[in-house]
């Protein structure tokens, strides 16, 4: 690779790297040619995106970076995954890649709002339930109470029209 090639990757991963909402560092050794074709189109449709790259590239790209220090992930084969949409789709899609070829791709680390995450924490991520479903669980834990209080308010109502209703009927017939 020519040193101008080297630049011009330096300058593209770190504009990606600040672009992303989180970064997954995986080891993808065991994978043939066909297997990564396949990760980089699961990622793209979760929307984020797949680069191999050269560890001493990845940290000259992050040298001048508010990242956390990746050194000790930074050995070895290693692919970088740039989540530009969320965290989760991309952790869920890598996870449920790995399931299905051998456990590989391996997680190393994951930066989340320049936080470092273990591979435990990311596993966790891959674990949440989509967006839209905590969104509508959201949606029906904050609707139950405005429920529960029109409930109890329409009861009231239903209670004084009885007792108004009574009243009526005892005035026609005292008179």
């Keep these: 690779m ?11 991963f770190r504009e990606r790297a600040s672009g992303a909402l989180v970064m997954y560092l995986t080891d993808f050794s065991g994978l043939d040619v066909k297997s990564m074709t ?16 050269k560890n001493r590239l990845v940290q000259l790209a992050l040298k001048d970076t508010d990242m956390p220090d990746l050194g000790d992930a930074l ?4 692919g970088v995954v740039f989540g530009f949409e969320d965290a989760v789709s991309p952790a869920k899609a890598l996870t449920d890649f790995a399931k299905n070829h051998g456990d590989r791709p391996v997680f190393k680390v ?15 991520l891959a674990k949440l ?10 949606a029906g834990a904050m609707q139950a ?5 029109a409930g109890a308010l ?13 009243y009526k009927a005892k ?3 005292g008179e």
């Design 38 to 53: 396949a990760l980089r189109q699961t990622l793209r449709e979760s929307g984020a995106e797949y680069v191999v790259a």
């Design 75 to 78: 050995r070895g084969p290693t």
């Design 129 to 138: 339930p989509p967006k839209e479903q905590l969104l509508a669980e959201l």
């Design 2 to 12: 020519k040193r101008s090639d080297k630049e011009a990757f330096v300058a593209d």
């Design 171 to 173: 005035k026609e017939a």
């Design 145 to 149: 109470p405005l429920g529960a209080l």
């Design 110 to 124: 994951g930066v989340l709002e320049n936080q470092l995450l273990a591979p435990a924490q990311i596993d966790r």
């Design 154 to 166: 329409e009861a009231k109502l239903q209670e004084m029209a009885g007792i108004l209703d009574a």
